[in-house]
């Protein structure tokens, strides 16, 4: 039997530490999970070089699948907000059915989707939040590098941290790092969502990527790969990892709980 790995791909600006308490109550059932650091994450500020776009997201990502692939692993890719459209471009080539039809061992099983923004091959992460009325999105700014930042905390707090108390939800947007702003542009070009089984957590609290923009990317998932999508809903906001922690975390072992 293969071993089973899993890797929370971040949202934007997220530093893996928003989701070390719920990699800390996976652990404890005994399951392999890590949160990445992808490249248009800022450590926390910009880093150095052109600004990462979304491509080089997924070849990061791809890296470290291939890794755990070649020693026998099967992977399912949590991902967070932004961090499912890197996701999914990476699974070209690493399917584990893809994989075993080269005679290789491992591969990536699942995508399982935490209130994510998913577009559909040809468009990029900044299309699927351009319905909603600009007073209602996250305030950004751009610094001379092309990396976005956070001008108003509270608001910030009070749209992607709403179920916490604000004094608590400000904390961790202060934590947010700078985000590539490239990464948003780069469209889609593999629909990695086609090869393997997909699953998706719907927060319905959530302001940042609305309820209504969740179910239209789970539709679209389905209409394309003729497959229905598990879907499990729950009443949080954005971060639900901090926020609802236990229920993601049961959302997790789960999933690694049906690999089989």
């Not at 910009?46 to 692993?73: C, Q, W």
């Not at 290789?104 to 992460?125: C, H, K």
């Not at 590098?145 to 604000?166: Q, T, V």
Request: glycine content about 8%.
């Amino acid at each position: 039997m293969d071993r089973l790995s899993m890797l929370i791909i971040p949202g934007a600006s997220a530093l893996p530490l928003f989701y070390f308490p719920v990699i800390e109550s996976v652990r404890a059932h005994g399951f392999d999970i890590r949160a990445l650091h992808i490249p248009s994450v800022g450590i926390p500020g910009p880093r150095e070089g052109a600004p990462p776009t979304m491509y080089d997201d997924a070849a990061f990502i791809a890296t470290h699948v291939k890794s755990l692939a070649d020693a026998g692993n099967d992977v399912i890719l949590i991902t967070h907000s932004y961090g499912g459209v890197p996701a999914t471009q990476s699974v070209q080539g690493l399917s584990k059915k893809e994989r075993e039809a080269q005679g290789l061992q491992g591969g990536i099983i699942g995508i399982a989707y935490m209130t994510s923004l998913v577009p559909n091959i040809g468009e990029p992460a900044a299309s699927v939040q351009a319905p909603m009325p600009e007073e209602s999105k996250v305030p950004t700014a751009m610094d001379d590098s092309g990396w976005f930042y956070y001008p108003d905390i509270p608001k910030l707090a009070a749209i992607s941290f709403s179920d916490m108390p604000p004094k608590e939800g400000e904390h961790w947007a202060r934590k947010l790092a700078h985000h590539s702003a490239a990464s948003f542009a780069s469209p889609l070009t593999y629909a990695g969502f086609n090869d393997v089984p997909v699953s998706y957590l719907l927060c319905f609290d959530d302001l940042t990527i609305p309820a209504s923009i969740q179910k239209s990317g789970i539709d679209m998932i389905e209409r394309e790969t003729g497959r229905k999508v598990a879907v499990t809903s729950i009443k949080a906001s954005h971060v639900a990892a901090l926020s609802h922690t236990d229920e993601v975390a049961r959302w997790i072992v789960q999933l690694a709980n049906r690999k089989d």
